[in-house]
Every structure is written in structure tokens, then in C-alpha cells.
């Protein structure tokens, strides 16, 4: 079993609509919990992240994190053309060898105008 | 303020040759990673380290080489190159602070194997 699950997509909304994107994962260990997105040709950057359970929100983004169901998602509202990438959700330990960052598979978004 | 560096930006290799990919970061982290990309798949971990003189193997270590000899400095070696290598390679840094750990990426290498 993959340590960290992440729904493959792709995904295709038309602008405006909310997005639901979901990982799972098995490690009980993970502490952060993050959402990175990549453009196209580019290195992934840090949209936002979690620490334990609960949620955030920053913008037009919410990040959830249920760590009894081992599940996490994102929700992007009023989504935007711009918001066309592949989100990878990663996650954690709290330090020592759990520390190195585990990467789901990426979910490949497009947002038609 | 640079980030994380990475070089070169792309390299087509034959199959048996070797080369080194670069990876520099000027934050002072103590934290840093190889992955590669495969087209339209999640990021591998090949191999990280966390200081100098640390390193140890990720998901996918076989025909990757790694040294960690300064904080800034964590070189990637392939040494017999195959097609199977061939891939979008990024490297990653971070910080055990707990406030701050998120990695931050290069822009990655394309490497084809022909």
C-alpha cells in the first residue's frame, strides 16, 4: 500500500465552480499536511498547509485535514482559469527520518472560461 | 535571493554515460531531497539528507548516487545512464523548524536517456 493516495483526475470545471480535491494515507506518523501546486514546466510551489487536524482557510482555498479517517482534502470556491495546474498534496512527519516530505500522485485541474 | 538552484536545466544523455546534476540552495537548510517526475505522475523521493554527512535512500534509490559534503551543496550522480532514468528530476530543501516545513523547489532538470 502507497503511504499517500491522492485521486488522479483529471479534472475539468467550468470557471466558478468549487473544486474538491482528496489524498488519503496510511501513515499515522504524518503531522504536516500540505498542498503544493505546479504549472506546467515549472518546480512545485506551497499553496498552503496544516498542522494535526482541522481546518484553513486562506482565500479562496480551504485545506481540511481529518486525521481519524486519515483523509485530506482541498477546496478551491470561485475557481479561476488560473487556477488550471496540478495539485499535489504531501505530507510529514514531526521530525527525524518521518521528516522527509511523501508526495501523492497529483491531481491534473483545468478550469474552462 | 536565489532559493534552491538547479543545474543543468536540461541534458539528453546516451545509454551508459554518467553525469552529475547540480543542486545548490542558499537558505541554510538542513533539509534536502531528489525527486524525479515521471509525464503526468506524482513526485518519487530518490534519495534526501538531513546535514551534511547524512544522506539515505527514498522510494526509488536504484541507479542514483547522492553526497552531502555542505549544507548548501546535495549533487545527484547517475552513472549508468538508462531510458528508464529518463525523467523531470527537482530538488527540494526544507527545515525541521516545525513552524516553517514546507520545501521549497528548483525548477528541475529534463533528462532523456537515447
Redesign the interface.
Known sequence: QKEVEQDPGPLSVPEGAIVSLNCTYSNSAFQYFMWYRQYSRKGPELLMYTYSSGNKEDGRFTAQVDKSSKYISLFIRDSQPSDSATYLCAMSGKGGATNKLIFGTGTLLAVQP | NAG?TQTPKFRILKIGQSMTLQCTQDMNHN?M?W?RQDP??????IY?S?GAGIT?K?EVPNGYNVSRSTTEDFPLRLELAAPSQTSVY?C?S?Y?D?KH????????TRLTVV
Open positions: 534552491v533539509y531531497y525527486y503526468g505522475m506524482g513526485l518519487k523521493l534526501y538531513v539515505d527514498g527537482f527540494a526544507s525541521t516545525t516545513p514546507e520545501a521549497f523547489f528548483g525548477q528541475g
